[in-house]
Every structure is written in structure tokens, then in C-alpha cells.
């Protein structure tokens, strides 16, 4: 309680004094690490794509794992004579017939902003009660500094946090302070990167300055060329969002053959598949900072796109494979754009939606993923569509051997931290993907695509101790991933609910999941309470 207390003034006062949003207190979360540590009698889902396996005990000695035993048979008793045997120095979790998966990758895990108002302690506990371990911040959006101040703490558990990776949007002021507002002379001090020589030398002194990663967004194809190149020379990482403004000159081809790493949502791709044109059909009233005609016009990219599975469409798809490309396409995020009401109505809003954040949601010419000016039923038939062609593109990807992994970008457009990666676990599973096929691209997938796969991803002897440990079967319902759990009808026919993740383990420390939801719940209250809010719908005063 007093640290809640404490951050929703420190949040207060970085609203008026800070270009960023509160750093996370100082963790008093968590069990752990141990000497040793035995999880019995779990079922395992491994994260690689094996079918699960149980009973295991699991031994964790501070936070790696070193030994996994099959302990017997479902339906029959333990073989105690299997089990790893406990000492004096030895915590035990019992945990016979829960489930425990490898911890959780969000690859587009923005931590958000003061336009959104959100605490960085209310963002990573969503994370975290939702089993996402680890998270890639695309843009550092706080300034580089502060995201490497947090990975940091992170890494070295001070604060209650995924772990935490900084991919920089690519010409950011790497020098950015914590102060409100940039001068004239500030603005000044950092041109726009206009030539190769000066994308070389950005890239190199992103490397310096800590990132892991770049964040491209779009220039001229000489500065790109120059500046993914070097980029994968030195040895980091990227991903992009291929904006509008520059996808005629510059597709998802062009940057995969460059060296990109990986591709956010889906710009780009379409434009790479055209054949009867090379640039998209806009309106020809088209504004793109008028944002319900950017995301209106998207919903028609794919069908301007080659058909599934011609040769042009097998074209494409093949040099990727080849270049081992890796996409992410934060399904969840447009969401909205083909059901706004289920987006805007997800249950959990009510309870973990803070007030600045949902008024950042509501219609708005100027908040970023708020252009509900007047979207229709027209524009929602075009987006299912879209999700359609797309999601047809992305699992025969899967199929073929790609990589897809999963990514939220949540913050924006209705879409709740952690609750929104549940969603996008959902959202691969409609595109075609087995239920294990969704799990290794939430766990195995992401740590290859941030070149962390020796360290995390998979429930294997050496790695860290990283797990989502529930008391439901996943594959069978993924909503029991999600905090408000699935609904069942118990033996009196009412109504109840079930799963939530139970603990979640980081580097060998156990988190109560459920407990860090209720403390997001006593920081929106709190927000709620000082600023006599509550969630309305637009328009509406209920």
C-alpha cells in the first residue's frame, strides 16, 4: 500500500514535471530467488512445440534450471522415488495438476506515456500478472536513457518488471532528459539523418549508448540501406513499421534483403505483393494526420495485394523464409477497426482501465489510435477482410517454417496491457495456428527473434527460470490466461470463474499473479478516486 501510495504522487508530479512517465518503485513483490527451488507434480508445456507432459518436478537452483524429472503417470499416484529430493536449504511448491509454460515475450511491448498517464508500476504489473517475462520496447517512447535505466532494474530484479529490451526509434535524441519541455536551441542540437554517413554514425552511437535494437519507421532508401546494414553489422537487432509516408520507395522486401530483422503489423507487406500497381489506391482526399483516414484506407490494403498463394503471393513469401525474416503482427492492436464495440466494451476496462488512459482512447483528432470520428459498419466489413487476407498470409508463413511471434503494442486503441496479449494468443489461434503452435510463438519464437534463445523461451536444464504457472489447461480454453479468467457454470448452475495466472516466475523469483492484479485494481481505484472518474462510454454519461 505505501508504495502505491507513493507512486500515484511521484505519477502526479511527473505528469507536470517530466518528458517521461514515473520509473517503478523498488520491488517488494516476489518470493525468492532460492538456493533451490522444487515445483512439483506440474504439467509441462515446454514451449517448443512438444506436447505436454506430466507429473514433473521442476529444481531451480537461484535462478536457473537444472534438473526436470517426469515424477509418473496421470491417474496415478507420485513415484516418490523419482522425485528430487528436498533439504533444509529447499523450497517447495506443491503444485500437482497445475500447468507451467515458459515465461511469455511481448516483442511490441511500448511501456507508455504521459498521454496515456499510466505509472510505469501499473504497466509491468499488467505484464507481469499475465505471464509476460520478457518485453521489447519499440521507440524507447521515455527517452533511451530512462528504458535503460529501468532494464537495469530489471535485470537485476529491483523493481517488479519483465525484463526488458530497448530498440530505439531510429533518429531519437539519444540524450534525451527528464525535463517538460525541449528548447529552440534543444530541438536544434539533433538534425534529421538525411545522408548514409550520418545513419552510419547514429547507428553506431545507438550501439554505444546501451540499445539492443532499432526501431525503424520509414526514410529515403539510401539512408535506410545504410543504416539496417550497419545496423546488422555491429551486431543489433531492428524492427519496423513500415508508415505510409515512405512504403511506395521502401517495402518489407527492400528491408529484409537489407537486413532487417523482423516486421511490426503488416505495412509493407502489402505494398511488396502488389502487381497491378506500385503505390496504394488512397482517396484522393486522403490527410494522412487525419487518422481515421489512414487506419480507413488500411482496411482495403490487402485486398489490392496479390491473391493466396499465387505465384507473385509464393514469391514474396519464399524470400522471406529464405532471409529468415521474422514477422510480428500485433493482430490484437487493430482490433477494434473490425468490431469497435467488443474492443471498446472488454470487460476488464471497468476494473484496470486508468481514467487518463481511457480518456487517451476516446475519439480525438490529436491522441495517437483514437480516430473514431465516424467509423462505420462499411469500415468494419472492410477490416474483416483484411484480417482475412492477412491472417491467411501470416499462418501459411508459420506453416512454411517463418517465424511469427506475438506483440501487443498495447496503450493505444482500446487495447489493455496484458489483458491485450492474451488477446493476441486468441487471435493466432483463429488465424489457423494450434493452440502449441500460439504458445511457441509466445515463448520460443520471441526469444529467438531477440537473439536471447540460449538464455530464455523454453522450459529447459540451464535456462532461466522464467514460467507461467496456472491451475487450467490452456490449450483447451486460452481465456484462462486472461486476469478476469473464463467463465464455467458450477453444480448449483450459476456462473463462476475460473484460471488467471497463479504465479509467474522471473529469474527464479515467484510473483502471486492474482495478488499483483489487485494491486493495479488499488492504483486505478486511487486514480479514480482523486480525480472522481469513472469509465463512460463516448458520447454517453454511463
Given at each position: ?62 535462478n536457473r534450471i537444472t534438473r526436470i524429472q517426469t515424477v509418473g503417470y496421470p491417474g496415478l499416484p507420485i513415484s516418490e522415488g523419482r522425485r528430487p529430493k528436498a533439504d533444509e536449504n529447499t523450497q517447495v511448491l506443491d503444485l500437482e495438476g497445475h500447468y507451467l509454460l515458459p515465461g511469455f515475450v511481448d516483442m511490441h511491448g511500448h511501456i507508455g506515456g504521459t498521454g ?62 527528464m525535463v517538460k519541455d525541449t528548447t529552440e536551441e534543444e530541438k536544434k542540437e539533433r538534425l534529421p539523418i538525411t545522408t548514409p554517413d550520418q545513419a552510419k554514425a547514429w547507428v553506431n552511437e545507438n550501439k554505444a549508448k546501451g540499445a539492443d535494437g532499432i526501431k525503424f519507421f520509414g526514410a529515403k532508401p539510401e539512408v535506410m540501406q545504410a543504416a539496417i546494414s550497419e545496423n546488422k553489422r555491429i551486431g543489433l537487432r531492428s524492427a519496423m513499421h513500415h508508415q505510409q ?298
Amino acid at each position: 500500500m505505501r508504495k502505491i501510495i507513493l507512486g500515484l504522487i511521484l505519477s502526479v508530479f511527473s505528469l507536470h514535471a517530466f518528458a517521461q512517465i514515473m520509473p517503478a518503485p523498488d520491488r517488494e513483490e516476489g518470493d525468492g530467488p532460492y538456493d533451490r527451488l522444487i515445483i512439483r507434480g506440474v504439467t509441462l508445456i515446454d514451449g517448443t512445440g512438444a506436447p505436454p507432459v506430466g507429473p514433473v518436478d521442476i529444481v531451480v537452483e537461484k535462478n536457473r534450471i537444472t534438473r526436470i524429472q517426469t515424477v509418473g503417470y496421470p491417474g496415478l499416484p507420485i513415484s516418490e522415488g523419482r522425485r528430487p529430493k528436498a533439504d533444509e536449504n529447499t523450497q517447495v511448491l506443491d503444485l500437482e495438476g497445475h500447468y507451467l509454460l515458459p515465461g511469455f515475450v511481448d516483442m511490441h511491448g511500448h511501456i507508455g506515456g504521459t498521454g496515456q498517464g499510466t505509472p510505469a508500476e501499473y504497466v509491468y504489473k499488467l505484464w507481469m500478472a499475465h505471464g509476460v517475462t520478457t518485453i521489447r520496447d519499440p521507440s524507447a517512447g521515455n527517452g533511451l536513457n530512462w528504458v535503460l535505466n529501468e532494464k537495469k532494474r530489471s535485470l537485476s530484479n529491483q523493481i517488479t518488471a519483465p525484463r526488458i529490451l530497448a530498440y530505439t526509434a531510429f533518429g531519437a535524441d539519444l540524450d534525451k532528459k527528464m525535463v517538460k519541455d525541449t528548447t529552440e536551441e534543444e530541438k536544434k542540437e539533433r538534425l534529421p539523418i538525411t545522408t548514409p554517413d550520418q545513419a552510419k554514425a547514429w547507428v553506431n552511437e545507438n550501439k554505444a549508448k546501451g540499445a539492443d535494437g532499432i526501431k525503424f519507421f520509414g526514410a529515403k532508401p539510401e539512408v535506410m540501406q545504410a543504416a539496417i546494414s550497419e545496423n546488422k553489422r555491429i551486431g543489433l537487432r531492428s524492427a519496423m513499421h513500415h508508415q505510409q509516408l515512405d512504403v511506395a520507395r521502401w517495402n518489407v522486401l527492400h528491408s529484409a534483403r537489407a537486413g532487417l530483422t523482423s516486421m511490426e503489423h503488416w505495412y509493407g507487406l502489402p505494398e511488396a505483393l502488389f502487381e497491378d500497381r506500385t503505390i496504394q489506391d488512397f482517396r484522393l482526399d486522403y490527410n494522412y494526420q487525419n487518422e481515421q483516414h489512414r487506419f480507413a484506407e488500411a482496411g482495403k490494403l490487402w485486398k489490392q495485394a496479390a491473391k493466396p498463394y499465387s505465384e507473385h503471393w509464393n514469391k514474396v513469401m519464399n524470400e522471406l523464409l529464405e532471409l529468415d525474416f521474422t514477422l510480428d503482427p500485433t493482430f490484437n492492436i487493430y482490433e477494434a477497426n473490425r468490431d469497435l464495440m467488443r474492443a471498446r466494451r472488454a470487460e476488464w476496462h471497468d476494473a484496470y482501465t486508468l481514467p487518463s488512459l481511457w480518456r487517451f482512447y476516446s475519439p480525438s483528432r490529436q491522441s495517437h489510435g483514437s480516430y473514431w470520428f465516424d467509423w462505420t459498419t462499411e469500415e468494419e466489413l472492410l477490416w474483416k477482410e483484411n484480417y482475412r487476407l492477412w491472417m491467411t498470409f501470416v499462418n501459411e508463413y508459420k506453416n512454411r517454417g517463418g517465424r511469427v511471434t506475438t506483440g501487443s503494442d498495447s496503450g493505444f486503441i482500446y487495447q489493455l496491457y496484458g489483458f491485450a496479449y492474451i488477446r493476441e494468443l486468441e487471435l493466432l489461434r483463429e488465424a489457423g495456428f494450434h493452440p502449441l503452435e500460439v504458445i511457441r510463438s509466445a515463448t520460443m519464437y520471441g526469444a529467438e527473434a531477440l537473439g536471447m534463445d540460449k538464455e530464455i523461451g523454453t522450459v529447459e536444464v540451464g535456462k532461466l527460470a522464467d514460467f507461467v504457472i496456472l491451475e487450467e489447461n490452456p490449450l483447451q480454453n486460452l481465456k484462462v490466461l486472461y486476469g478476469t479468467g473464463a467463465i464455467r457454470i458450477d453444480e448449483n448452475n450459476q456462473p463462476i470463474r475460473v484460471g488467471g495466472v497463479k504465479y509467474t516466475v522471473k529469474d527464479g523469483i515467484v510473483y502471486d499473479a492474482k495478488q499483483l492484479l489487485a494491486d493495479v485494481k488499488e492504483i486505478v481505484d486511487q486514480h479514480k478516486a482523486r480525480e472522481n472518474a469513472r469509465i463512460t462510454q463516448p458520447g454517453l454519461d454511463w
